[in-house]
């Protein structure tokens, strides 16, 4: 099957996004990373940041491509009002997992279609229940390069996954991209 490419910008150099895309026979015209500062406001709450994130990420690929239907995304980790992005080192990476441990938490995805004078936004939010990680466990999934890059400091479909007790909500979504609501978005504006 030839690969149509359809007419809208990834504003993400995610291999995670990409291939989610992919998976579902989407492939973006262009893909640009969209740089932008992602630190946390004081007194933003995880939807706030999330949708804020993923925006500006849309509006900074729109000023490169001003003519263009741009899809961004910004998935985070979150526990009651507490973010979790990319850990900044291993020590951090451990403290969320450990955080994490016996308890629920939430990844939250906000997925964002933009064109000149038009913003559309979906937040999506699956909640994950992690077994109790003993010591042992933390430190053989440190050992991998999984946790890197990754916000909560785990990758559900890698190692991580024996982790994972219970998922309630789209998997694809803590993955880095909810498909149901990207495609529909995407179909919305007649872009797939």
């Known amino acids: 099957m030839n690969e149509t490419k359809h007419s809208f910008v990834l504003a993400s150099a995610s291999s995670r996004r990409i291939e989610l895309l992919n998976n ?6 262009i893909i640009y ?12 709450n995880p939807k706030k940041y999330c949708i804020r ?13 001003p003519e263009e239907f741009i899809l961004s ?10 973010i979790f992005l990319k850990p900044k080192d291993k020590q951090e990476a451990k403290r969320f997992l ?12 906000c997925v964002c279609l933009a064109k000149k004078n038009s913003i559309k936004i979906k937040k999506v939010i699956t909640k994950v229940t992690f077994k109790r990680l003993n010591e042992k466990e ?3 999934y440190l050992s991998t390069t999984e946790w890197k890059d990754k916000a909560g400091a785990y990758a559900i479909q890698g190692y991580a996954e024996k982790f994972v007790k219970r998922i309630n909500g ?12 990207t495609y529909n978005l995407l179909n919305s504006q007649g872009l797939i």
């Open 24 to 29: 579902i026979k989407i492939f973006p015209k």
């Open 33 to 44: 990373s969209s740089e932008i500062n992602e630190d946390i406001n004081s007194k933003e």
């Open 53 to 65: 994130v993923a925006k500006n990420k849309a509006l900074k690929a729109l000023e490169k491509y």
């Open 73 to 82: 995304a910004d998935t985070i980790v979150f526990c009651s009002n507490k």
């Open 98 to 109: 450990a955080f994490f441990s016996g308890r629920k938490h939430n990844v939250l995805t």
């Open 138 to 140: 933390i430190e053989e």
């Open 170 to 181: 789209s998997y694809s979504n803590v993955v880095g991209l909810p498909l149901f609501e």
